[in-house]
């Protein structure tokens, strides 16, 4: 799958490590709900620093359709909620 992280580039990651993405995503959609700004911000940067190790970077020359775009690191707790969907940032 393709993935985007707004501001910083697209990478390549293997269907596989989803469900180790999933539980930082639920983590960060329950945080989301509680207002734990400080969880949230914690929890945001784990995500995507998990995507930018496991994932194979595009060259920057590339643009391909992303399947999925994540927020960038420094996007506040409103922006993020403009990406979710039922389960979430990464789908289930």
Do not use: C, W, Y
Request: proline share 7%.
């Amino acid at each position: 799958m393709i993935v985007r992280i707004m501001g910083e580039g697209q990478l390549v990651l293997a269907d596989s490590h989803f469900a180790e993405l999933n539980k930082l995503d639920d983590e960060l959609l329950a945080e989301m709900e509680s207002g734990d700004g400080p969880g949230f911000r914690r929890t945001l940067h784990a995500l995507l620093e998990k995507v930018r190790e496991l994932g194979e970077p595009l060259p920057d020359d590339s643009l391909e359709p992303s399947e999925l775009i994540l927020p960038a690191s420094d996007a506040t707790l409103e922006e993020v909620r403009q990406f979710l969907r039922d389960d979430g940032l990464i789908p289930g």
